[in-house]
């Protein structure tokens, strides 16, 4: 019997990537997904990270999980079963690695009240939740079927009665020298008790706690197997019940229910990441995905990667809007450096592959499209090689992006022919601009050149922004602006209130 | 609850060392020379010194507070062999607990129980050593705080229980074996190992031979299986868990009680040794009057800075003040005309008054305080760098975090390290500010601007000190009631060093050179 995926409508036809895209490591997403990834190694997510959906109905279907996820108690539960799943496989695995045959029966039984916790708790949650997703609408179908069939139901009662059972034992062990002698428990008092009442004068309240905490995971030891043959001995009853169970209860596990513990991480993951940032001061919103227009309008976002280094140091990253009007295409980003142009660009990239993964993007609204493809080129200034053989790579490689782009591609292009003169910068530039204005492409181009803010009716000048009482300080900020390479001396100017403003009014007093 | 307690320090609580001190304190350390009088106090023994200097720091807020402490005193003073004898007890048990083991880190359960029972003998000892020297004293201690401790001793520690404790502590030593209680837990190995107190039976032996007992079965582990050996150890080792850990709880508290013991009769002796170095100096010391009424500034005659003889100064010179009225003293004049020793005399001696020790002086009254502040000019030299100007405005808005009103703040040249044109106004209006939320304030000045402007707007309730001058230069480091006067000494000083004199311009002809009348 197989059930239903909880992270693709067609699940047959899906073929995942195994690595990242090219362009994750420019965006820095691939820190950002390792981080988002990190303690569920076991799980092997990032494919689920890597591959993007080209279809609004792929999108729409996760959307609508994550949107059910906004119920904590759902959340939560899914959680608990994801722990419980894993508890009942360590649990078996155990079992099969235990000489004593009776510690044997004992991690069965542990695995079976494992398995039972992780089924009724999922139940009882997508029981009590108002789902809408058609995915966990029919994970609830499969799953109450499944709980409430004969396997289910014998596994519950047996196990409950027989661990009521076992509890009800206490059995007394007298140790003298090398002689251990079982017997039934008399009553006998508490000795640490009557001590700490001999001293009850002196006590302070909270005292430090000596007790060792020995876990009792490696015990089953041969000494241990004897003393619990003879208190089986005690116990005859308990322990043919316990034979019993173990005969019953082998390889029941639903391979489906396997395969959810699974596919829950990917948006466990997801979520954990968003409360994170969500407390570091970033809003999350569910993009509106368009895919007969290529319209893109997001408002208050941020650079994920630079989100995450900064909710370490508890400080908050500054927003900025990504707003493309009618008839505009391309972002030209200029201003001082340390402002944000690079971060900016990267925000851009980022909010495409996040969107095309179905989960919310950062900002407190998004409009946005699932491109075809996405091209990032970003300078790395340590790169040594020469200054020719540089230009020539870069162009190069521009050119591939180009040739490879539609009016449905995002591409960015971060402080490309820096190392130019500016005459060639400028003539270089002002072609490539030219190509991607003819391509109606979706781009940002981070650039020193002013002039190709002014290019054509499509491109948008935005200019990254100082502090005006601390030009040395990074704000981040990003903001509509015709470009205008003096902002940072003006800038300086204010500190020191020599600025035209403030001359006029000192001088006129 | 606890029947130890030796609240010598608080009538119903132990004297806290965790404390956080308060935020002001490092800077009243500094500027008072609290170090060198919680020296005096300690010696070289520094648990002594943190206790001198938390008893400094967090000062008590009421005059019964304060009357409570200065009773246990007075009963110390009278009686120093006593409290010196009973703090010799608690110092040596502190000694013979450091020789033992008790092997608290990542040690044994066995080692753990060892070490507690051997502390426990030891400590039950001094205890009972303790116990004798208060009954052989009990009528001698008139003070609450003293009587009360010496009666809960003879009573709390009596010969019957004493008894007791030594037959349980016969007990622990498991001649016959140990026996406990086990459960089965998920795995179904033995889980909740508990000790049990085994049941006297009449004939033990009797009852197995005849089977008279319960039923029971048992094994032995072979001589050669040494991993079973571990394991029996193992088991041992969690029956003996909990009451490993009573016994060790159990001697935690006791010496809990004995280091209450250290700081408590530790202050005490504290002040007997500070007391001792003053009176070989031939110095007064006075119990100080603590008055409800908290409008008043502060009344003392012969008051002076203990921290000067502490450092050896030959002669050491009081003073008097008459501030039972005024809400802030100015003090101005020659320089190391003893202005900021006198400051600190005030200082040091509003933070012992509220410790509950005596002052240095031959009578001191004053109210009591929410809180004593410093803020001193932290450079001898004042260089015009706006970075010194925004360090001080820096600590008077720290000072502004935690001040109250009913606190007093001790100013020294504050403000001084920009132009006197806006020290003083900033000053002025801190003055003002303060005042008017009835913070007491003392304030050592050279600017003549502040100072002379207070003086104007005539205020009954303003004191004003100078630092006075001999005829012939020389200091008496004495203060005395006077209005500011325009210039400083510095020329005196300069005579003094260089051996020659600088043309400087009389007080009053500067008066008029500034064009004030």
Redesign the interface.
Known sequence: MSGPSILFRDPGAVVLETTLPDYASDLLLDQVIAHIIKGADEYDLLPYFATRLSDVRDVTYRQEVFTDLEDQELTKALVDYGEAMHLTRTRLAQSGKRYFE??RQ??VL?AGEAYVTAVDGLLAALGAARLHSEALQALRRYVSDYATGPVMTRLRADSASLRAR??A??????????????????G?????????A??E?????A??????R?P??P??????A???E??A??HPDEFAALERFCAEFSDVLDPALLALERDVQFYLVVARQERWLEAGGVDFTMPTIDDRSTQVDVRGTVDVALADKLAREHRQPVRNDVTLLDGERIFVVSGPNQGGKTTFARTVGQLFHLAALGCRVPGTSARLFLPDSIHTHFEHPEDVRSLRGKLQDELIRVHRIIESSTARSVVILNEILNSTTLEDALVLGTRIMDQLIDLDVLAVYVTFVDELASRGPSVVSLMSQVEPEDPAARTFRVVRQPANGMAYAAAIAHKYRVDYEHLSRRVSR | ????KAHLMHRDTDFDLETTLPPQGQALMDDLGLDQLCTAMSGADNEAFVVARAALLLGLSGPEEIAYRQHVLADCLTHPAVVRELYALVLETLARQRKIHRG?FLSS?SA?LRGSLESLHMLIEMLVRMRDLARANSGRFRSEGLATMFAMLAR?LDDAYIT??KA?LA??EFR????????????????G???????VTAHPMLDRLLGT?????????A?RDE???R??S??????L??????????T???L??IACLRSEVGFYVGCLNLHDRLAAASLPTCRPQICPDPRGMVWARGLYDPGLCLSGAPAVIGNDIDAGDADIVVITGANQGGKSTFLRALGLSQLMAQAGMFVAADAYRAPVRTGVFTHFKRQEDASMTSGKLDEELHRMSEIADEVSPGAVILFNESFSSTNEREGSQIAREVIRALREAKVRIAFVTHQYDLAHGLQVAGDEHIVFLRAARAEDGGRPFRLLPGEPLSTSFGADLYAEIFGQTVARARADESHDALGVP
Request: hydrophobic share 40%; charged share 25%.
């Open positions: 009776r510690f004992a991690w542990a076992m509890d034992i206490t059995y007394a062990l007298r140790l003298s020298g090398d002689r251990i002698t079982v017997q039934a428990y008399d006998e008092p508490d000795l640490s008790t009557h001590v700490l001999t001293f004068k002196f006590s302070r309240g005292a430090k706690d000596y007790r060792s020995t009792n995971w015990d089953s030891n041969h000494i241990e004897h003393i619990l003879l208190v001995a005690l | 609850m606890t029947a130890m608290l359960t753990i709390e007791q404790v349980d007990e622990l016959r074996g140990e026996l406990m209680s086990v459960g089965l837990g998920t795995y179904l190995t033995g889980v190992h508990t000790l049990r107190k085994p049941r007992g319960l039923p029971s079965h048992g094994f032995r582990i001589e991993a079973g050996g394991i029996l193992e088991l041992k080792a969690r029956g868990d909990k009451v490993a850990n009573a016994v060790a709880q159990a935690d508290n006791i809990a009680f």
